[in-house]
């Protein structure tokens, strides 16, 4: 569902640079507006290897927001995403065994959203920005909504429509075919942290919404026991995808700088939770990348990497669900609403 945002253009800064201030070699904090920062550790692409180039992860010396130094240019961040990025191609054949499984690991997305809809009792549409195969979106319209995706790849949007009945367009935010006002909600699944500029993203989405209108924002979250662990190793940093590593006390103060109000906050994911834990523990057994390298395995040795990630994934669930429950989770999903 990240696709959306990735290959550039990224909330109006087509150049990569973000907010600069003259003469300083980083972009400015988008929660404090610092501009001094302190390397934590160096990492690289360890799940995709697009690149060997080492990054480093920088924290504002003022907020503690950490982020991605340097951040790489439009061109070359696209070089950082593969064609399928986060959605499956194989979404499109009939593979009712995967769909099965996706349906549910997506139910906390789904039972999120729609309680946040229930409680406003507002008309109009729900917008996916980065939809990828509009699964989540198909899955809100069996139960009534008015639904549509966003997806910046051309291959994901086609998928939503073809794969899911989904109607979505290929598009960024800020240029998206829609009328301000007219959205129930937004949700933005893992797509704000890959954004050059969230501030002005979040400022597009509220643009979008009605007055009582809500936005659903999930990230990684940079406050979980799995960073403190694993440190570079763990795979919420997806570097150098991820510009930047959002704690939600981060969230809240951008969201609140941006018009929006948290009223509702989410620690456990059922779909990202363990499997993220999975994959920093053994990232190449993670089935996207595998994919994704087109690493020519054999259909027995295929088979025999996916059944131990599965048991893997089911063997982090336990300490998934504790580091949620003390709300140190690997992911937030929050429910915003426009301030007045
Ligand atoms: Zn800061």
């Not at 009605?210 to 694993?230: D, F, R, S, Y």
């Not at 763990?234 to 150098?240: E, I, M, R, T």
């Not at 994911?269 to 999975?278: E, H, I, Q, V």
Request: glycine share 8%; charged share 25%.
């Amino acid at each position: 569902m990240k696709s959306e945002t990735q290959k550039s253009e990224l909330a109006g800064q087509p150049d990569g640079a973000g907010e600069r201030v003259a003469g300083e070699s980083l972009p400015v904090c988008p929660v404090c507006r610092n501009t001094e920062f302190r390397t934590l550790f160096e990492a690289t692409d360890r799940l995709y290897h697009t690149t060997d180039r080492k990054f480093q992860i920088v924290e504002c010396k003022q907020c503690r927001l950490t982020r991605l130094f340097p951040p790489p240019g439009a061109g070359e961040l696209r070089a950082h995403y593969p064609d399928t990025y986060w959605f499956s191609p194989e979404e499109e054949t009939v593979d009712r065994l995967g769909e099965i499984y996706r349906r549910f690991v997506l139910r906390d997305h789904v039972s999120f959203v729609c309680r946040a809809l229930e409680s406003y009792q507002t008309d109009g549409l729900v917008l996916d920005v980065g939809c990828g195969g509009g699964l989540f979106l198909k899955m809100l319209a069996e139960r009534g909504y008015r639904v549509a995706g966003l997806d910046f790849s051309h291959d994901a949007a086609r998928l939503a429509w073809r794969g899911n009945g989904v109607p979505a367009v290929c598009a960024t935010l800020s240029k998206a075919p829609f009328a301000p006002g007219s959205c129930a909600a937004v949700t933005m699944f893992h797509v704000l942290e890959h954004v050059y500029d969230p501030h002005s993203y979040l400022a597009e989405a509220r643009a979008l919404l009605k007055p009582e209108g809500c936005l659903i924002v999930q990230v990684p979250n940079a406050a979980c026991w799995q960073l403190k662990l694993l440190g570079k190793r763990w795979s919420g940093l997806d570097v150098p995808r991820h510009l930047w590593n959002f704690r939600p006390s981060d969230l809240d103060l951008l969201l609140d700088r941006t018009g929006f109000e948290v009223v509702r906050r989410k620690y456990f994911s059922l779909r990202d939770n363990p499997a993220g834990l999975a994959t920093s523990l053994a990232p190449a057994l993670d089935p996207m990348a595998r994919r994704i390298r087109r690493l020519g395995e054999s259909p027995r040795s295929q088979l025999c990497k996916n059944l131990i990630y599965f048991c893997l994934v089911a063997a982090c669930l336990p300490f998934a669900f504790l580091e949620a429950a003390c709300h140190a989770g690997s992911t937030i999903m929050v429910e915003a609403r426009r301030k007045s």
